[in-house]
């Protein structure tokens, strides 16, 4: 169990703390949080999973994005007790420590992000997309992404890239069958 | 047999990207993603009003908050001669205001505490009594009679003109007019707009007692300079203070200033000996730090019936905000505004400028651009295409003749900037080719026909990019130079260092591929490195478009310092005459006997194991770059659209762009750097910018005010090239990163404006919203965008 800021936070009476459990990447994870604390908050210090970025805090850039049970939500504006019960993945979810995913993959082949910071966010929300539209089109994908902003990249290689990862993922899903 | 240079990721080669792999993994290291033993958090209390004086501020209630460590305040800065700072202009800008707040978000106090909820519990228990004064938000009321003074602070300040400036040649411009067959005049206000990467500023402060050294982790585009500043402005031995630029989650010129969030958090640290960490809301980022453009033009052309400009006449005013901290390193007051014009031959040209202080924040950092060079590049193009209608003339064809041609460089401009290179007309022939130009005109006649709006843009300019040389830039003195340090290993494996920080534009390839072009070290055998000034040589950082010009242009020399002394090596090898010694890539060969070779990395294992008696071991140098001159890249943009007159929505059809930057080092980058940079233009043509009520209220504090386009709006692109090489940079590479930015958003306006040219609109400003648009047609009028704006 985790107790967040346990180490550095004053114990304070008037602070009611609540325990939570949630699935995090496939983990059960038990932690006390106060009400107030923002899962992305949660995830980056409590977890310290720092792929999930911060940015604008008003649910308007997607930096944040996770996905819980399978749905992007933007972390920076859902409270931590709000997962309570709840399946959450992030950037680090998305493949093992020696594999990549084929969106992963697709992002690095079509020059798909500059920064990097929007990266984990975009991914995530393109995974929402291709597990409910395998084959999408690239106004599908523009229209997926329209909640998470990229200043570097003007978007023409990210779409590509979803589209390269779409593709892969339904060559590999037809190898499987034949397989 | 020749290595094949594509192969070893060398020149030309569009290589995947090294950083990627940690970014996709979501394993960067952003500033806010470093956490330190015991580190505190901080956050600053910012200004509800833009004008006023501060009567008293009680921050006992904050200190009662248990978890909060410290709370300042900006008499306590004061007490230690710290409430003020010098800005990159010769300014100076309030740390934490004392006597009156000048903007809305001005910092006025911070708390440091152990959690960062705490530290927002502790600014929020802060009572700051403010005496509202009266507020100003644009240069008109700025040069009023009776404006209040804003900055009061300054003791020769008697009225709010920050600077007057001119240059040219006012009476060759004068006699210009007079021989004018027509003058064609235009106003326009570029707007306020914010650089806006998605990773805000931050720093952690972490001074440590023990040793007496200070460490900053920041989002700093130039950590020398900081460490410079810091050295040399809070008198810190240098030596004793590093920067630690890590991962920046985007720049584009927000991150070049030095912000009171910064210091503050330095002065945190040294107070508390703890390590203290201040990560920017988007708020406050948006409100309070650089801005850019807020510049109004009056220009004119003085013109000859065939076309021909004989000269031009510019005045702008500019709105600095509350303290005037350009952070550009030119010696002209205004950057280079007159590098407006400089693919025409025009003989004669004038330009006065103005700057003013107003109640809104610092602005005039260069958004993705070179100092002022958009807004040229923008009232250039926007005075062309009026021009060009003034005359009745195609706007393509106006351009054409007014060309600097390929055989006249180098250039010197009317303005006195000498330009090098390029191929101007083969550019904008390989763009209407693309975009079909006389098949559209057709198109849009036929369309017209039909009730529907159509229109075609071009926007073509040379800008000068790479800042130095060092006769005419620097930054509080430092020359404007930049650097490379390559240390090749002894199995041929090398650490690359650079002055250079990147923030996504992929410094960690394409150095690489410049070594491995000038050495035939394979790019993936050579790791990169930038952003601690411990470790990296002096260098003054990533914007501007100066990376490639300059510190790319340090790799390659530094490289070649390599390569001279591996030729000493390689004739110890060969037991021959370093005369006799010939080089291809990745290998030196014997004259005659060309399968008597020794490898550059059997060069670097002698450089370790076998060097020749009296040589120096290792193999490693570092290079310092003064260009001779700025890099003229030259970009050619033309885009179509269909408004719509029933509500004045206006569709992207088309964007083509062709570039020539040069030789190109890797392709997929630099056309991801021009995608970027035109969607910046779309989004500066189209919705993006900040604007204020006549209280001084920041309209677009927050992304749900602040526009910036998605994957939805943004239009696609089709890219083509031209290469021109550079005439004097080693690998004959120019800047690309801001050339859509600066060089698109006036296509996009112009094509707005070429639809609408029945209509007698002349101008309207950026962006344009439906309900200018919609103004523009229904009324017949031109349509203003400058503040204050009226909310309803």
């Known amino acids: 169990m985790t107790s967040l800021y346990e180490e550095i936070t004053p114990t304070s009476s008037d602070i009611p703390i609540k325990r939570i459990t949630l699935t995090l990447n496939g983990e059960s994870r038990t932690v006390d949080v106060e009400p107030r604390l923002l899962l992305a908050h949660l995830i980056r210090q409590g977890f310290k999973l720092t792929g999930t970025h911060t940015g604008c805090d008003t649910t308007n850039c997607g930096a944040c994005t996770v996905l819980v049970d399978g749905t992007p939500v933007k972390s920076c504006t859902m409270l931590a007790v709000q997962a309570d019960g709840h399946d959450v993945m992030t950037v680090e979810g998305l493949a093992g420590p020696s594999e990549l995913h084929a969106i992963q993959e697709g992002f690095k082949d079509e020059h798909g992000l500059q920064c990097g910071f929007c990266t984990p966010g975009m991914m995530l929300t393109s995974k929402a997309l291709l597990d409910r539209n395998p084959d999408p089109t690239e106004d599908e994908v523009r229209w997926a992404l329209s909640g998470n902003l990229c200043r570097c990249t003007g978007y023409q290689n990210i779409v590509k890239a979803v589209l390269w990862a779409a593709a892969k993922l339904r060559d590999d899903a037809d190898g499987g069958g034949e397989g | ?792």
């Open chain 2, 1 to 792: 047999m020749v290595l094949d240079e594509i192969k070893i990721g060398g020149l030309g080669a569009s290589r995947l990207r090294v950083e990627d792999n940690r970014f996709i993994r979501g394993k960067g290291n952003y500033v806010d993603d470093i956490v330190l033993p015991g580190m505190l958090h901080m956050e600053i209390l910012r200004s509800p009003v833009a004008h006023a004086r501060i009567k008293s501020i009680d921050t006992s209630k904050a200190w009662d908050i248990p978890g909060v460590r410290l709370v300042l305040t900006g008499e306590m800065l004061a007490a230690r001669n710290l409430a003020w700072m010098p800005t990159l202009s010769y300014d100076t800008q309030a740390v934490l205001a004392t006597d009156k707040v000048r903007f809305q978000g001005q910092e006025v106090a911070a708390v440091i505490a152990d959690d960062p909820y705490i530290a927002k519990d502790g600014c929020e228990a802060i009572i700051v009594e403010y005496e509202p004064l009266p507020v100003i938000v644009n240069p008109e009321q700025a040069r009023a009679a009776d404006a209040a003074i804003i900055r009061d602070d300054k003791a020769n300040q008697t009225d709010n003109v920050v600077f007057n400036w001119e240059v040219g040649d006012k009476a060759g411009t004068d006699a210009a007019f007079s021989r004018a067959d027509v003058v064609s005049k235009i106003e326009m206000h570029y707007p306020r707009s914010h650089p806006s990467p998605i990773e805000t500023c931050g720093s952690i402060a972490d001074f440590d007692r023990a040793t007496s050294k200070l460490t900053v982790y920041m989002t700093s585009q130039a950590p020398h300079i900081i460490r410079a500043a810091v050295a040399l402005v809070a008198e810190l031995p240098e030596h004793m203070i590093r920067i630690v630029a890590p991962d920046i989650g985007g720049g584009f010129g927000n991150k070049v200033p030095v912000y009171p969030g910064y210091v503050v958090s330095i002065l945190a640290s040294i107070l508390l000996e703890k390590p203290v960490k201040w990560i920017e809301d988007k708020s406050g980022n948006l409100i309070s730090t650089g801005f850019a453009r807020d510049i109004y033009l009056k220009g004119e052309l003085a013109l000859r019936n065939d076309g021909k400009i004989l000269g031009v006449r510019m005045h702008t005013d500019s709105d600095h905000g509350a303290f005037f901290s350009d952070a550009q390193p030119s010696k002209f007051k205004i950057g280079l505004i007159h590098a407006a014009f400089s693919c025409y031959d025009i003989p004669a040209a004038y330009l006065t400028a103005q700057g003013v202080y107003t109640n809104k924040a610092p602005g005039g950092v260069a958004y993705r651009c070179s100092f002022r060079i958009t807004e040229a590049m923008f009232f250039q193009e926007r005075m062309v295409q009026a021009a060009a209608d003034d005359l009745g003339m195609d706007q393509a064809e106006f351009r054409r003749i007014n060309f600097v041609r390929d055989d006249d460089f180098p250039h010197r401009t009317a303005f006195g900037f000498l330009t090098d290179s390029g191929q101007y007309a083969k550019c904008l022939d390989v763009g209407l080719e693309a975009i079909g130009y006389q098949d559209f005109l057709k198109e849009k006649e036929e369309a017209k026909k039909r009730g529907r709006l159509l229109g075609l843009g071009i926007s073509t300019m040379t800008e000068p990019l790479g800042a130095g040389n060092s006769r005419e830039y620097d930054i509080l003195g430092i020359k404007m130079f930049d650097s490379a340090e390559l240390r090749v290993h002894m199995t041929g494996k090398a650490l690359l260092r650079t002055g250079a920080k990147t923030q996504g534009q992929g410094h960690e390839t394409t150095w690489g591929q410049i070594v491995a072009h000038e050495l035939g070290i394979p790019a993936e055998d050579v790791i990169v490195e930038e952003g601690d000034t411990d470790t990296a040589p002096f260098g003054m950082g990533t914007y501007a478009s100066r990376s490639t010009p300059v510190a790319g242009a340090a790799v390659a020399m530094a490289a070649r310092k390599i390569r001279a002394k591996a030729r000493k090596l390689a004739a110890h090898l060969l037991e021959a005459s370093e005369e006799d010694i010939e080089w291809e890539l990745g290998r030196f060969y014997l004259r005659g006997a060309p399968q008597r070779g020794v490898t550059i990395q059997e060069c670097a294992m002698a450089a370790y194991s076998n060097m020749p008696d009296g040589m120096e071991p290792g193999l490693e140098n570092v290079a310092y770059y003064d260009p001779p001159n700025l890099t003229w890249p030259f970009g050619c943009y033309i885009v179509t659209v269909e408004v719509d007159p029933q509500t004045g929505v206006w569709d992207v059809l088309r964007v083509v762009a062709v570039d020539d930057c040069g030789v190109r080092i890797n392709p997929m980058i630099v056309e991801g750097q021009i995608m970027g940079g035109l969607t910046e233009a779309y989004a500066m043509a189209n919705m993006q910018f900040i604007t204020f009520d006549e209280d001084g209220n920041c309209i677009g504090g927050n992304y749900t005010d602040y526009l910036l386009p998605s994957a939805w709006e943004t239009p696609g692109y089709e890219l083509h090239e031209v290469v021109t090489p550079c005439p004097h940079h080693p690998i004959g590479a120019k800047g690309i990163g801001e050339c859509a930015t600066v060089g698109g958003p006036a296509a996009f306006v112009n094509a707005v404006m070429d639809a609408l040219k029945d209509y007698g609109v002349r101008n309207v400003d950026m962006p344009l919203l439906p309900d200018r648009v919609y103004k523009a047609i229904t009324e017949r009028t031109d349509v203003s965008g400058a503040p204050p704006v009226r909310m309803e």
